[in-house]
């Protein structure tokens, strides 16, 4: 039962914290001394304790205020639980330095984390920032890897 605990947790994360933007759950859930080893946190987001869910969960949310995780798939074994969602949102405030597009935007996420004493401990995460910068920004992934001819 345990494992279907964890996956409770980790779906809480999802809906009330990214889908409706109550912060409060991620000082429920994660552990003051949880580590974020995610690669490519932005710069200023803490990557320790709640503050570091917090700050992603902002950072998205001010950017594409409908956002809103699907989760495709999770499973759990042991004190760890994985999840392959979709995020999906307006571009309606400033994201990474690019200005509200008004764009639709969906991009995929993996996510890994450990739960302990009923909280997360640690989390590594994969998402698709590539393609999410592609739909803000309009260049495509040739135009960048390509020279221009001439």
Do not use: W
Request: contains cysteine; negative net charge; glycine residues 12%.
């Amino acid at each position: 039962m345990a494992t279907e605990d964890n996956k409770a947790k980790l779906r809480r994360i999802y809906e009330e914290c990214f889908n409706q933007g109550n912060l409060a759950t991620a000082d429920a859930l994660v552990a003051p001394d949880s580590r974020d080893i995610s690669p490519g946190i932005p710069p200023g987001i803490p990557t320790t304790g709640p503050d570091g869910l917090k700050g992603i969960v902002s950072l998205l949310r001010s950017a594409f205020p409908d956002l809103q995780v699907t989760i495709d798939d999770m499973v759990a074994e042991g004190d760890m639980v994985v999840a392959r969602t979709t995020f999906t949102g307006t571009h309606r405030g400033n994201f990474q330095g690019i200005p509200p597009t008004g764009q639709r935007v969906s991009f995929g996420s993996v996510d890994i984390v450990h739960v302990r004493g009923g909280q997360f401990v640690s989390h590594y995460g994969l998402q698709d920032g590539l393609g999410l910068l592609q739909q803000v920004s309009g260049i495509s992934a040739l135009s960048q890897a390509m020279p221009a001819i001439g």
